[in-house]
């Protein structure tokens, strides 16, 4: 799960709590409220409710009913299997958490599937930009990334800020796409990172393409587009959760990180490849990250980690095959050091390679192969000379 996730408060006030309170305290009137204000949180439980829209991107939703009493926990029975988009509701992988119940969380991880749709139809609206732009755009915004030793939840939350701003618009120039990738990475920073860099820091990073006040416009102008919608569970976040559920053990603390560092940053370099192609908007982000989880462990571990059926995640797993064959052609990542990183948190960091090398590799295999075929949004070569950004070497590493 994110970063952010341990600090979401998932329990609701019950109105008539106080009078409960006051049962297991005799020496207090029942009219007087507890000096804290702690009350029990309200049970929840949760239906689907249809919700057609007329382009058919989210068919049904998850609506709570915090007034009807849940079911055994341990019941598999209380979730209904409902099949939408590669998503399916069935009991939580999730162990029992002493700071919130797995099932609420993650009924909420799914909802957001359903709430944060992305889709690569955009290029359609905006024929000036092409998916290979889109790849190049990714590529640099990873290198600044790692240069300003960003998480690698921001670098993915500003890659969905872009595909879903870009949804909004039409006729976006080419000319426009590092202002608005960069102010993506910009609202990102601040709302993941516990020291982003400042606004002029990511000015400077355009080499004089944009300037403060440039960034400052747009970020109103995206906040409103996805009309202020800015916590998606993103491939990292569903990464981080099916690594953690395999290798949690009885008594382990849920949010330590009880997974090999150094196996997950060969996860994330596949999915880092397989994000920059514009095609990978056809899955949803739960299963991208549990194709990429398959192609390093086996789907009876992805099957207890996520609940996907093969159904759901057998055309992912074809596809990204080119991906992964040309990953472990290449020789295995290391973990690097960062100034100001600790140790233990060298793995969150998003890291840059010549992804756009590896790209285009990925695609000569997917061309080779006849179970694969290319779309053709993503054939062409990948020219880097779109976005020029200064050198790694000439921008500054400190907050």
Not at 192 to 203: Q, S, T, V
Request: proline content about 7%; hydrophobic content about 40%.
């Amino acid at each position: 799960m994110s970063r952010r996730s341990g600090r979401i408060t998932l329990h609701a006030r019950d109105e008539n709590a106080p009078e409960e309170v006051a049962k297991v305290l005799p020496n207090k009137r029942k009219t007087e409220p507890p000096k804290n204000n702690v009350l029990p949180a309200k049970k929840h439980n949760y239906e689907i409710q249809n919700r057609w829209s007329q382009e058919g991107a989210s068919p049904c939703v998850l609506i709570e009913t915090p007034h009807k009493e849940l079911e055994p926990t341990n019941d598999p029975s209380r979730f209904r299997r409902y099949r939408f988009k590669n998503l399916f509701i069935k009991p939580s992988p999730i162990p029992c958490l002493s700071w919130a119940s797995s099932d609420d969380v993650w009924i909420k991880m799914l909802n957001k599937e359903l709430k944060y749709v992305h889709d690569k139809s955009y290029l359609e609206q905006n024929p000036k930009v092409q998916a290979k732009m889109r790849a190049i755009l990714l590529d640099w915004l990873f290198e600044v990334s790692e240069v300003y030793a960003l998480h690698r939840q921001t670098a993915y939350l500003a890659q969905d800020f872009f595909d879903r701003y870009m949804m909004s618009q039409v006729d976006v120039s080419k000319g426009n796409l590092q202002l608005i990738g960069i102010t993506a990475l910009f609202i990102a920073a601040k709302i993941e990172e516990i020291y982003p860099p400042k606004i002029h820091e990511f000015a400077y990073v355009t080499d004089g393409a944009c300037d403060m006040w440039d960034i400052q416009r747009l970020e109103l102008l995206i906040l409103k587009a996805l009309d202020w919608n800015l916590c998606p569970e993103t491939p990292i976040t569903w990464l981080k959760l099916y690594a953690q559920v395999e290798t949690q053990t009885d008594g382990d603390n849920f949010l330590v990180p009880q997974f090999s560092p150094h196996a997950y940053i060969q996860i994330t370099q596949l999915l880092d490849l397989c994000i920059l192609d514009i095609d990978s908007l056809d899955y949803s982000y739960s299963v991208l990250a549990a194709a990429a989880f398959c192609h390093f462990s086996s789907f009876e571990v992805v099957h207890k980690v996520s609940g996907l059926t093969w159904e759901s995640i057998s055309t992912c797993v074809r596809w990204m095959t080119a991906f992964f064959d040309t990953v472990q052609a290449l020789p295995k990542v290391e973990l690097k050091n960062f100034a100001k990183v600790k140790m233990d948190d060298r793995h969150n960091i998003q890291t840059h390679v010549d992804y756009l090398e590896f790209l285009g590799m990925a695609h000569e295999r997917r061309i080779d192969s006849p179970d694969c075929q290319m779309s053709p949004v993503t054939m062409g070569s990948l020219s880097p000379d779109i976005l020029t950004p200064p050198s790694s070497t000439e921008k500054p590493t400190s907050h």
